[in-house]
């Protein structure tokens, strides 16, 4: 049985907590829906247990663990932080983390109803987040660069799912994106993925923001993307009036992001009509939302 065939279940994550955390041991386990590269168990009323599953090395929850301690306390919303954790074994041979439980609905299964609230939030939490990073920061072999350097990932995401009588428009958004002025300023922090599953929601906006296990620093263009991916339609200029440091250029990289990480979800959503592995079906509708808003700017 490969790392990937290990069946993750309840009596395995208390058999770790018994092993390694044993005053943990003896709280409530339940499953949380969802998840890819880490499968996450409810642990109690406050915390939940990360177990690596699909991610193929282990560098991205060493990350959270490292970094987010250092990050969660000047941030506006609510995050995952790690409190204890947990190493491979006979048992289970990858790695596994105790953090704390964001209270809230994923957005890919909620909706958020108080618009100009959510946007003020995401800008305040995004203004918080995007100072300069440290220098032995994590960086990303696939993100946190110019659009340009995504050209390939965009021309397949476009070829296999944009609209027909959408193309001339979403490459015209995507042109002008790699057209833009690159980032100038020193590498940021960037959560660097901004989706419905990673973002969650009480009393009609944005309460919490979760999975920083690709965080790195960059162009917060990345992470501004989130004005489309996120936010409901007509809430991009006050998100960006809100945040208040991105110039024109910044705004159009972000804009062309939103576009690629839009046709992405709408990919992931047909992989999961298709029943292909690691398809999320719920993604199509908030990738196709997301994209209509990019091109009504």
């Not at 880490?38 to 406050?46: A, K």
């Not at 660097?192 to 009609?204: I, K, Q």
């Not at 906006?205 to 936010?231: C, H, K, R």
Request: glycine share 12%; hydrophobic share 45%; with cysteine.
């Amino acid at each position: 049985m490969t790392d990937a065939e290990i069946e993750i279940t309840s009596d395995l994550v208390r058999g770790l907590l018994r092993e390694q955390h044993p005053d943990l041991a003896g709280l409530p386990v339940r499953e949380v829906a969802g998840g890819w590269g880490n499968q996450m168990w409810r642990l109690g009323d406050e915390w939940a247990v990360r177990m690596q599953r699909m991610d193929p090395t282990p560098q991205l929850q060493l990350n959270e663990r490292r970094w987010l301690p250092v990050l969660a306390p000047r941030l506006p919303l609510p995050v995952p932080t790690p409190v204890r954790s947990g190493e491979p074994s006979a048992r289970f041979p990858k790695h596994w983390t105790v953090m704390t439980w964001v209270p809230g609905e994923p957005l890919d299964r909620s909706s958020i109803s108080r618009g100009d609230h959510a946007a003020d939030t995401l800008a305040g939490f995004l203004k918080a987040l995007h100072v300069e990073a440290p220098a032995d920061a994590p960086v990303s072999g696939d993100r946190g660069g110019h659009p340009r350097t995504c050209t390939d990932g965009f021309d397949r995401f476009f070829h296999a799912v944009v609209p027909g009588d959408l193309a001339d428009d979403v490459r015209a958004v995507w042109d002008d994106a790699v057209a833009a002025p690159a980032w100038e300023g020193p590498p940021l922090w960037v959560h660097g993925d901004l989706h419905p599953a990673n973002v969650v929601v009480s009393d009609g906006t944005l309460s919490g923001v979760i999975d920083f296990g690709d965080m790195f620093a960059g162009d917060p263009a990345w992470d501004l993307a989130a004005a489309w991916v996120l936010l409901p339609a007509g809430t991009a200029s006050r998100f960006f009036d809100a945040y208040g440091q991105a110039d024109a250029g910044t705004i159009r990289r972000a804009r062309g992001l939103a576009a690629l990480k839009s046709l992405f979800l709408m990919l992931m959503g047909q992989n999961g009509d298709r029943g292909l592995p690691g398809g999320k079906p719920a993604w199509g509708p908030a990738g196709r939302a997301a994209l209509d808003r990019v091109l009504k700017g």
